[in-house]
């Protein structure tokens, strides 16, 4: 069995105010997260809250398994913890949200969980145009490491471990790209910005003749089209700076 653990317990410290019950179009932003899930071949489906726990229960439609995490404050790695501790003998690998990544497809989906059931890699990551996006699909074996984890991060810090068992596949869905993490971000996509603009992938080339700003980072110089586009960037510039 494939489970997905929904992550919805940060405080959203960037945004100022709890972002998952904001609406994009008619529903919440943890509401199409939540729905992208329901419409995929998921098995089984935990959501971890935390911060925000009673506002979220009151204006999201949440039908799945709730685990709370009382320890939401020292980071993301908690609520992973929190989210494998509830699945049971039964999960074969886990598929790990982000609550505020409202557009990816459950085709997206799909086609992780087809991957993992062709090869049985460790790890499945979605790509779009060679950037490295979100969810990812771990396989039990390595839930033991996924639990050692400490602090603000993901389960990404488990997979320089393994390279030889990183599955990458490519999607044309730019979703995999697209949290939002500050109010800027969600107001861009609140206001209608196209979806290629937010997905807008950094690392790409960019003409430096039309570029309207640059930065550094480890020696190299890169060139972005806009202000949210370096914002990106800088989050997590080595996601981006690994397939410049």
Do not use: W
């Not at 939540?34 to 999201?60: C, F, M, P, W, Y």
């Not at 320089?160 to 990183?166: D, I, K, R």
């Not at 800027?184 to 807008?200: I, M, W």
Request: overall charge negative; hydrophobic content about 40%; aromatic content about 6%.
């Amino acid at each position: 069995m494939i489970s997905a653990i929904v992550l919805a317990a940060g405080q959203a410290k960037r945004f100022g105010r709890c972002k998952q019950v904001l609406r994009l179009g008619d529903k919440t932003i943890l509401d199409h997260a939540l729905d992208n899930v329901r419409a995929s071949k998921i098995e089984d489906t935990v959501v971890v809250l935390g911060a925000h726990a009673g506002e979220i229960r009151q204006q999201v439609r949440i039908d799945e398994r709730i685990v709370l995490n009382d320890d939401y404050a020292d980071g993301m790695s908690t609520s992973i913890h929190a989210g494998l501790r509830a699945l049971g003998p039964e999960t074969e690998a886990a598929l790990i949200v982000l609550g505020d990544q409202p557009f990816v497809s459950p085709r997206t989906i799909d086609l992780l969980i087809d991957e993992y059931r062709r090869s049985r890699p460790g790890v499945v990551i979605p790509t779009y145009h060679g950037s490295r996006g979100n969810p990812v699909l771990v396989d039990r074996s390595l839930f033991a490491e996924m639990l050692g984890i400490r602090g603000d991060i993901g389960c990404r810090a488990v997979f320089g471990a393994h390279p030889q068992s990183v599955v990458q596949v490519p999607v044309e869905d730019r979703g995999v790209l697209v949290d939002i993490d500050t109010k800027e971000d969600f107001d861009t996509l609140a206001g209608g910005a196209p979806l290629d603009h937010f997905a807008s992938e950094p690392s790409q080339p960019y003409a430096t003749a039309t570029a309207v700003r640059a930065g550094e980072h480890d020696g190299r110089r890169f060139y972005f089209c806009c202000e949210h586009c370096q914002r990106t960037f800088e989050r997590d510039p080595q996601r981006y700076a690994d397939v410049a």
